[in-house]
């Protein structure tokens, strides 16, 4: 009859171990375990049985098989209330193990690392997974561990006279299959990267597998969700960097989840002016930007004010310009350092967050003196090729809206003018980030008036073409007040939004195309003497 519990101990990870290791020494049990683990437990004066000596075969394959076997697997796997297994165990003279702590090679942060393929490889645990998973199958039985924040309630659970609960082993074992879900995806999603593409299957093309995988680790609980009657929690990819877990905050309350997608839309949209990836479709425009200074301000998630400037002052205030009243409680993202005097403007707003690749000692310092303002340092470019949307039962899985236009045809009699094409890009990636139906009215480079999230474009045109207007009569100078351009992020299915426009003054417009009455539109433009340009490509966001 066995006299001693068994425990098995195989970590990378060597955090607490010594403190779980040494209580189940002191309380009897025989600890089996592997490679490093061993040595490092025997360093520690804590007697060991090494894993060979169980299985009678040795480690091999530079350490890729040395728990993949029945002796150790039998002894996870079987119940102890089937005499059926406990038989067929004394017959193959193998024994029950009783807890089982094992952490995993990291690949989590290998696979961030951009090592060579066959390095990578090296870091996908196979023994284990396994172990882990056979031992959380049976946790009626056996106790098993993948969590080193775990030791210390399972020392005390095993000091219960009345034994360890029923729900106790059931919680670390559902954090089992949790981890190796999420390890896993991870290893799919890095094999599966760039691989798609070359399978002949139409289904699997184009970067969508038949499943879509992801990893992700919680980084925080938040406050409540939406509204405050719903909770929520922060997840960040395991095996890739992002835009959001590169933030670091610098001063300020937390951040709830309204607070993190403005947080996103903002840096997206900043990010937007002048990335690469956009700046390929205008290459046979002979434009180059002069204004590189962005700055967005978001409030419910929709852009309240957009803008370039050749310095960030400059850009701020025209931002700021286009709607003052809805920047109030709202988030402010640029694309550069924040200096004193920009910060001196910031701090005369309350502003929910101030988002920023860096700020100067001396902002930072102004800035802090409002308490409750968040202020974060955001150092990376947003960079996911996909998206999702959940829905009841599942996701919405896209490629990420990095395609500005696919094409610049000018559609009317009336030429583009050289000095509009700037603001006639700016429009058209500005009017992507806002909520559809969309249309941004942009003068030097600034949105004048955006309208957003109506049901149809002629609302959204006449939301944006007032909010310009008002824009224009608090301007003590409107000199140069014809030079305006109106951007739509879809076609227009009738002529009334160049009827609209032509009343204010609009001299260009930009716009994808495509609808079955598109010829409407043009005679409408040509009529008003306004150029129209389509880009062949629109960008809903709903």
Same mark, same amino acid.
């Given at each position: 009859?066995?006299?001693?519990?068994?425990?098995?101990?195989?970590?990378?990870?060597?955090?607490g171990?010594?403190?779980?290791?040494?209580?189940?020494?002191?309380?009897?049990? +025989?600890?089996?375990?592997?490679?490093?683990?061993?040595?490092?437990?025997?360093?520690?004066? *804590?007697?060991?049985?090494?894993?060979?000596?169980?299985?009678?075969?040795?480690?091999?394959?530079?350490?890729?098989?040395?728990?993949?076997?029945?002796?150790?697997?039998?002894?996870?796997?079987?119940?102890?209330?089937?005499?059926?297994?406990?038989?067929?165990?004394?017959?193959?003279?193998?024994?029950?193990?009783?807890?089982?702590?094992?952490?995993?090679?990291?690949?989590?942060?290998?696979?961030?690392?951009?090592?060579?393929?066959?390095?990578?490889?090296?870091?996908i645990?196979?023994?284990?997974?396994?172990?882990?998973?056979?031992?959380?199958?049976?946790?009626?039985?056996?106790?098993v561990?993948?969590?080193s924040?775990?030791? #210390?309630?399972?020392?005390?659970?095993?000091?219960?006279?009345?034994?360890?609960?029923?729900?106790?082993?059931?919680?670390?074992?559902?954090?089992?299959?949790?981890?190796? =879900?999420?390890?896993?995806?991870?290893?799919?999603?890095?094999?599966?990267?760039?691989?798609?593409?070359?399978?002949?299957?139409?289904?699997?093309?184009?970067?969508?597998?038949?499943?879509?995988?992801?990893?992700?680790?919680?980084?925080?609980?938040?406050?409540?969700?939406?509204?405050?009657?719903?909770?929520?929690?922060?997840?960040?990819?395991?095996?890739?960097?992002?835009?959001?877990?590169?933030?670091?905050?610098?001063h300020?309350?937390?951040?709830?989840?309204?607070?993190?997608?403005?947080?996103?839309?903002?840096?997206?949209?900043v990010?937007?002016?002048? =990335?690469p990836?956009?700046?390929?479709?205008?290459?046979?425009?002979?434009?180059?930007?002069?204004q590189?200074?962005?700055?967005?301000?978001?409030?419910?998630?929709?852009?309240c004010?957009?803008?370039?400037?050749?310095?960030?002052?400059?850009?701020?205030?025209?931002?700021?310009?286009?709607?003052?009243?809805?920047?109030?409680?709202?988030?402010?993202?640029?694309?550069?350092?924040?200096?004193?005097?920009?910060?001196?403007?910031?701090? +005369?707003?309350?502003?929910? *967050?101030?988002?920023?690749?860096?700020?100067?000692? +001396?902002?930072?310092?102004?800035?802090?003196? $409002?308490?409750?303002?968040?202020?974060?340092?955001?150092p990376?470019? #947003?960079?996911?090729?996909?998206?999702?949307?959940?829905?009841?039962?599942?996701?919405?899985?896209?490629?990420?809206?990095?395609?500005?236009? +696919?094409?610049?045809?000018?559609?009317?009699?009336? #030429?583009?003018?050289?000095?509009?094409?700037?603001?006639?890009?700016?429009? *058209?990636?500005?009017?992507?980030?806002?909520?559809?139906?969309?249309?941004?009215?942009? $003068?030097?480079?600034?949105?004048?008036?955006?309208?957003?999230?109506?049901?149809?474009?002629?609302? =959204?045109?006449?939301?944006?073409?007032?909010? =310009? $207007?008002?824009?224009?009569?608090?301007?003590?100078?409107?000199?140069?007040?014809?030079?305006?351009?109106?951007?739509?992020?879809?076609?227009?299915?009738?002529?009334?939004?160049?009827?609209a426009?032509?009343?204010?003054?609009?001299?260009?417009?930009?716009?994808?195309?495509?609808?079955?009455?598109?010829?409407d539109?043009?005679?409408?433009?040509?009529?008003?003497?306004?150029?129209?340009?389509?880009?062949?490509?629109?960008?809903?966001?709903?």
């Open positions: 009859m066995k006299q001693n519990k068994r425990a098995l101990i195989s970590v990378y990870d060597k955090t171990i010594l403190d779980l290791a040494s209580f189940l020494s002191g309380a009897g049990w +025989e600890i089996i375990s592997t490679g490093g683990t061993a040595k490092y437990l025997g360093e520690n004066n *804590i007697a060991v049985i090494d894993v060979s000596s169980v299985t009678n075969f040795p480690e091999c394959l530079d350490g890729r098989v040395k728990t993949l076997h029945p002796a150790i697997h039998a002894g996870l796997l079987a119940r102890r209330d089937l005499l059926s297994h406990l038989e067929t165990l004394k017959t193959l003279n193998l024994e029950t193990i009783d807890l089982t702590a094992v952490n995993l090679y990291p690949f989590f942060e290998k696979v961030q690392s951009n090592l060579p393929l066959e390095e990578t490889i090296e870091f645990d196979i023994g284990g997974p396994s172990m882990l998973r056979s031992a959380a199958k049976n946790f009626r039985d056996v106790l561990l993948s969590d924040d775990d030791y #210390p309630a399972v020392i005390k659970a095993l000091q219960n006279p009345d034994g360890v609960l029923l729900s106790f082993r059931k919680y670390l074992a559902a954090k089992v299959f949790d981890l190796t =879900a999420s390890y896993d995806a991870a290893v799919a999603r890095y094999l599966l990267a760039g691989s798609c593409g070359e399978n002949p299957d139409p289904e699997q093309s184009a970067g969508f597998p038949l499943y879509w995988p992801l990893s992700l680790k919680k980084a925080q609980n938040l406050r409540y969700g939406e509204n405050n009657h719903q909770s929520a929690a922060l997840y960040l990819n395991t095996d890739r960097p992002g835009a959001i877990g590169g933030m670091r905050q610098l300020g309350k937390e951040l709830g989840f309204n607070n993190i997608r403005d947080l996103d839309l903002a840096w997206k949209a990010c937007s002016f002048g =990335a990836a956009y700046t390929d479709s205008l290459k046979d425009l002979s434009y180059e930007e002069t590189k200074v962005c700055c967005v301000a978001v409030k419910h998630n929709t852009p004010g957009i803008a370039l400037g050749p310095d960030l002052p400059s850009a701020f205030l025209k931002a700021y310009d286009c709607d003052p009243v809805s920047i109030f409680g709202g988030i402010v993202a640029v694309n550069t350092t924040v200096d004193p005097a920009s910060a001196e403007k910031l701090g +005369e707003l309350f502003l929910e *967050i101030v988002v920023a690749p860096d700020f100067t000692p +001396e902002a930072l310092s102004i800035l802090q003196k $409002k308490k409750n303002l968040r202020i974060i340092k955001a990376r470019s #947003p960079g996911e090729k996909y998206e999702c949307i959940s829905v009841d039962g599942g996701l919405l899985v896209q490629e990420t809206d990095h395609t500005l236009f +696919e094409k610049w045809e000018v559609v009317t009699k009336t #030429p583009v003018e050289t000095n509009d094409i700037g603001d006639m890009v700016f429009g *058209i990636r500005a009017v992507s980030w806002v909520k559809s139906n969309a249309i941004v009215v942009v $003068k030097n480079r600034a949105a004048l008036g955006i309208g957003g999230g109506q049901t149809n474009r002629i609302w =959204a045109a006449e939301q944006a073409l007032s909010r =310009a $207007k008002a824009v224009e009569a608090r301007k003590e100078n409107t000199a140069g007040a014809d030079a305006r351009v109106m951007a739509s992020d879809a076609f227009f299915p009738f002529s009334d939004v160049v009827e426009a032509s009343s204010f003054g609009i001299r260009a417009i930009i716009q994808p195309g495509g609808s079955i009455r598109d010829t539109s043009i005679a409408a433009c040509d009529k008003h003497g306004i150029a129209m340009v389509f880009t062949g490509t629109r960008h809903f966001k709903h």
